[in-house]
């Protein structure tokens, strides 16, 4: 037996296996196989002239409501064609094993709960819902027309999106549950995701300042690289299921 068939080293498989409290901030990269774009990919056909930014503001909206319903009805539309991939699948194996994950996501698409994950944090709401502009309702329903923006049901005001726009503020309670995981765990996962926005970007770094291990895996090197204890780069979904059975040798 030529050693171990993965490459990660014993002392973080030894740290995972004691931990009592496992951490996990996803971002776009992890929902990237399942082959939908994150957010510094470009845009692709009638949305390539615009970027997110221009799009994902309470201001984009006032300013013309339509064509910010329209993006998001197309996004929306892109889940029912895609579904979760093996980095969704290993995560929720993990939740599965390890009573004590939290699992916090900056996605909006919903594919970890898709997965099986329970108990989601979603730092930047979600794509499946929608929230009055005016009076704040949530509606169960609505009139999903990709071209129309629909009214509330109660005061007439314009639905949008239940997600977080830039420049706004994020659920406080999303916040507050994900900042007391990265002061308590034992270990923090950033797995797909830029690390460019706060206040998710500040969750790897409140880990560093404790003695908690920080573990990067993404495509590329991230600002969060140099502060980590291990630093896996490469597709998410190659690496999760590995890391996974490695740990638990889950035959995943
Ligand atoms: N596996 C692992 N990492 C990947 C993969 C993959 N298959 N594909 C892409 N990545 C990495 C990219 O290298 C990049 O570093 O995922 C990261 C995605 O970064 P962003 O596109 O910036 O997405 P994210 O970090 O989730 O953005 C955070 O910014 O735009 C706002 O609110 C929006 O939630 C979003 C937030």
Same mark, same amino acid.
């Given at each position: 037996?030529?050693?171990?068939?993965?490459?990660?080293?014993?002392?973080?498989?030894?740290?995972?296996?004691?931990?009592?409290?496992?951490?996990?901030?996803?971002?776009?990269?992890?929902?990237?196989?399942?082959?939908?774009?994150?957010?510094?990919?470009?845009?692709?056909? &009638?949305?390539?002239?615009?970027?997110?930014?221009?799009?994902?503001?309470?201001?984009?909206?006032?300013?013309?409501?339509?064509?910010?319903?329209?993006?998001?009805?197309?996004?929306?539309?892109?889940?029912?064609?895609?579904?979760?991939?093996?980095?969704?699948?290993?995560?929720?194996?993990?939740?599965?094993?390890?009573?004590?994950?939290?699992?916090?996501?900056?996605?909006?698409?919903?594919?970890?709960?898709?997965?099986?994950?329970?108990?989601?944090?979603?730092?930047?709401?979600?794509?499946?819902?929608?929230?009055?502009?005016?009076?704040?309702?949530?509606?169960?329903?609505?009139?999903?027309?990709?071209?129309?923006?629909?009214?509330?049901?109660?005061?007439?005001?314009?639905?949008?999106?239940?997600?977080?726009?830039?420049?706004?503020?994020?659920?406080?309670?999303?916040?507050?549950?994900?900042?007391?995981?990265?002061?308590?765990?034992?270990?923090? &996962?950033?797995?797909?995701?830029?690390?460019?926005?706060?206040?998710?970007?500040?969750?790897?770094?409140?880990?560093?300042?404790?003695?908690?291990?920080?573990?990067?895996?993404?495509?590329?090197?991230?600002?969060?690289?140099?502060?980590?204890?291990?630093?896996?780069?490469?597709?998410?979904?190659?690496?999760?299921?590995?890391?996974?059975?490695?740990?638990?040798?889950?035959?995943?």
């Amino acid at each position: 037996m030529n050693g171990p068939d993965h490459p990660f080293p014993a002392p973080l498989l030894e740290r995972l296996r004691a931990a009592q409290k496992i951490a996990v901030l996803t971002g776009a990269g992890v929902s990237q196989e399942s082959g939908l774009r994150t957010f510094r990919d470009p845009q692709e056909g &009638f949305w390539a002239q615009y970027s997110p930014e221009d799009l994902a503001t309470p201001e984009a909206f006032e300013r013309d409501p339509r064509l910010v319903w329209e993006w998001y009805a197309h996004r929306r539309s892109q889940l029912a064609s895609v579904h979760p991939n093996p980095a969704h699948r290993a995560l929720t194996e993990l939740g599965n094993r390890l009573p004590g994950l939290t699992l916090i996501t900056q996605n909006v698409d919903g594919l970890h709960q898709r997965a099986g994950s329970r108990d989601v944090i979603e730092l930047h709401g979600t794509l499946t819902e929608v929230r009055c502009s005016a009076c704040g309702q949530r509606p169960k329903e609505w009139n999903d027309h990709p071209r129309v923006v629909p009214a509330c049901p109660d005061c007439g005001g314009l639905l949008r999106p239940d997600v977080v726009w830039f420049g706004e503020i994020l659920p406080q309670g999303a916040l507050a549950a994900a900042m007391e995981a990265a002061r308590t765990c034992d270990a923090f &996962f950033s797995i797909g995701t830029s690390g460019l926005v706060e206040p998710a970007a500040s969750l790897g770094r409140t880990v560093r300042q404790r003695n908690g291990v920080l573990i990067e895996i993404n495509r590329e090197p991230t600002p969060l690289t140099p502060l980590c204890d291990y630093a896996f780069h490469g597709k998410a979904g190659d690496w999760l299921p590995r890391l996974v059975d490695a740990v638990f040798g889950s035959g995943l």
